[in-house]
């Protein structure tokens, strides 16, 4: 087993934001799943990532029940699940401890956000020495906000910004810093068939 499937943060918490509203892609975890099952089918591992805040009041604290998989989303008997405090996956968990045990040389990346714990996933894994395959259509981001623009302002004055990044830019963005330098970029359909959608 050299190779490793790392699906990151596709939880319920994300969709319990008012910004899912304007996901870049709301069937995120149909395209995870598919990537699981290619994964398990082909004896790679599987490792399933969650973020959390404690003590933070949002979806992302834990005793509110909301850090957990996406429903249709289940991991299989002995495919670890860590739970981070930082943005990459490796920072705060075991995750580099657990690559290096099982033997795996290159990860394959899926989840959200795209650009945040995917992207900052993705960048250290190669300075560790992973090779790294990033599956930009299975993952998905949220349009950002200008650095100048007021906190906290409704979903719809975020969007009615001209200032606001766009999640066709923050995604090409990604794609644009990763590949050749940290990454190689792929799709779904060049690692997995079609199968039944989640849910």
């Given at each position: 087993?050299?190779?490793?499937?790392?699906?990151?943060?596709?939880?319920?918490?994300?969709r319990?934001?008012?910004?899912?509203?304007?996901?870049?892609?709301?069937?995120?975890?149909?395209?995870?799943?598919?990537?699981?099952?290619?994964?398990?089918?082909?004896?790679?591992?599987?490792?399933?990532?969650?973020h959390?805040?404690?003590?933070?009041g949002?979806?992302?604290?834990?005793?509110?029940?909301?850090?957990?998989?996406?429903?249709?989303?289940?991991?299989?008997?002995?495919?670890?699940?860590?739970?981070?405090?930082s943005?990459?996956?490796?920072?705060?968990?075991s995750?580099?401890?657990?690559?290096?045990?099982?033997?795996?040389?290159?990860?394959?990346?899926?989840?959200?956000?795209?650009?945040?714990?995917?992207?900052?996933?993705?960048?250290?894994?190669?300075?560790?020495?992973?090779?790294?395959?990033?599956?930009?259509?299975?993952?998905?981001?949220?349009?950002?906000?200008?650095?100048?623009?007021?906190?906290?302002?409704?979903?719809?004055?975020?969007?009615?910004?001209?200032?606001?990044?766009?999640?066709?830019?923050?995604?090409?963005?990604?794609?644009?810093?990763?590949?050749?330098?940290?990454?190689?970029?792929?799709?779904?359909?060049?690692?997995?068939?079609?199968?039944?959608?989640?849910?």
């Open positions: 087993m050299d190779r490793a499937l790392l699906v990151i943060d596709v939880q319920e918490s994300f319990r934001r008012p910004a899912w509203e304007a996901v870049s892609d709301p069937g995120v975890a149909d395209k995870a799943a598919r990537l699981v099952d290619a994964a398990r089918a082909a004896g790679d591992l599987v490792v399933w990532v969650l959390a805040e404690p003590g933070s949002t979806p992302f604290d834990p005793p509110l029940g909301h850090v957990r998989l996406i429903d249709g989303l289940d991991p299989a008997d002995g495919e670890p699940v860590l739970v981070k405090t943005r990459n996956a490796f920072t705060t968990t995750l580099h401890r657990t690559l290096t045990a099982a033997g795996v040389r290159e990860v394959v990346i899926c989840g959200i956000q795209t650009e945040q714990c995917c992207e900052t996933t993705a960048r250290l894994a190669a300075d560790l020495g992973f090779q790294v395959t990033f599956v930009t259509d299975a993952t998905a981001t949220f349009p950002i906000p200008h650095r100048d623009a007021p906190p906290d302002r409704p979903l719809a004055e975020v969007l009615a910004d001209p200032r606001t990044l766009p999640v066709g830019a923050v995604i090409d963005r990604t794609e644009y810093a990763l590949a050749g330098r940290f990454a190689t970029l792929a799709s779904v359909d060049d690692l997995a068939p079609a199968r039944r959608p989640v849910g």
